[in-house]
C-alpha cells in the first residue's frame, strides 16, 4: 500500500514560553523551538505499522520553508521512505484551503492508496483533512482511532462523544485524519537521524506541482488572522471547608447567588 502522510513543522509547546507579538496578531516566533506535530507524528506511526503488516511505502510531505525539512528527516528516521518539501516564496500566509489546493496537487504527482493528517495542528482548525478529502473527491473519516486493512477497503473506528467508538468501512483511495492515542510512535534515535542526514528530499515550488501562485499564499486567503490574545485569569477556585453538610449547605448558596440554581 502507497500511503502518502501530511505533516507540518509547529513550535514545541513543552520547550517554548509562548508570547504574543507586538502587532497582536501571531505568537513571537523568533528562537523558538520547533518539532512535528503531534497528531501527524501518530499518523506517520500508524502508517509505518500498515506497510510493516501489508507492504508497501511511506511518504511524508509537509508545506514550508527549508527549515521544515527536519521534521521530514525526523519521520523518515522513524521508518518512512520518502520527504517531499513543498515550497515557495508563494505558499507564505496560505489559510486551510490553500495547503489543502498544495496537499492535493501532490496526491495528485504521485499514486497513493491511502492519504493520512493529523486529526489537527497547532491552531487547531481541524479543516486540512476535510478540505483535501473534498477537493480529491475521496471518502473521508475524522478522529481516526483504529485501521484495519482489508481487500481494497479500510475498516476504520472513529472517536465520538462520551468516548464512544464507531465503526465505519471506507474504500481506498481514501483520506484519513488520525487521532493521538491510536498508537505509541516509535523512538527515533540518532543512528535513525543519522542514516537519513544525506538522503535527498525533492522540493517542489508552485510551478513543479502545476500550481498558480496567485491561488495560494496571504493575498489569496479567504480566512486571514486579526487579532491574537491571551485570556484573563480569573480568580481562581474557591474552596469549601466544614464537614459534608456544611459543605452542601455553602455550595447550594453559592449556586443560589450566582443563579445556578432558585
Known sequence: ?????????VPDTAENEIEINSAGNDIKRD???????????????EAIQIVEKHGG????????????EE?????????????????????????????????????????????????Q????????????????DYPYASLVNKIEVGDGKLTVGREIEGGNIEINEIELPCVLSIQTG??????????????????????MGASDLGIDPASVGADAAGVKRIDYFVPEMGEGAQMLEGSDDEILEKLIELLKSKGGIK
Open 182 to 203: 491510536i498508537n505509541e510512535p516509535r523512538y527515533v534515535g540518532i543512528r535513525g537521524i543519522r542514516k537519513v542526514a544525506s538522503v535527498n528530499i525533492p522540493a
Open 71 to 119: 521534521i521530514l528527516r525526523r519521520e523518515m528516521a522513524m521508518g518512512a521512505e520518502n520527504g517531499i518539501l513543498l515550497t515557495d516564496e508563494a505558499f507564505e500566509g496560505s489559510d486551510g484551503k490553500g495547503i489543502a489546493a498544495l496537499l492535493k496537487a501532490a496526491v495528485e504527482k504521485g499514486n497513493y492508496d491511502l492519504i493520512m493528517t493529523g486529526a
Open 1 to 9: 500500500m502507497e500511503i502518502l502522510v501530511c505533516a507540518k513543522r
Open 121 to 136: 495542528a497547532d491552531e487547531g482548525y481541524a479543516q486540512v483533512g476535510g478540505m483535501l478529502a473534498a477537493m480529491l
Open 57 to 68: 511505502s511511506v511518504t511524508v510531505v509537509t508545506v514550508g520553508d527549508d527549515e521544515s
Open 31 to 45: 528562537d523558538l523551538v520547533y518539532s512535528v506535530n503531534e497528531w501527524d507524528n501518530y499518523a506517520v506511526e
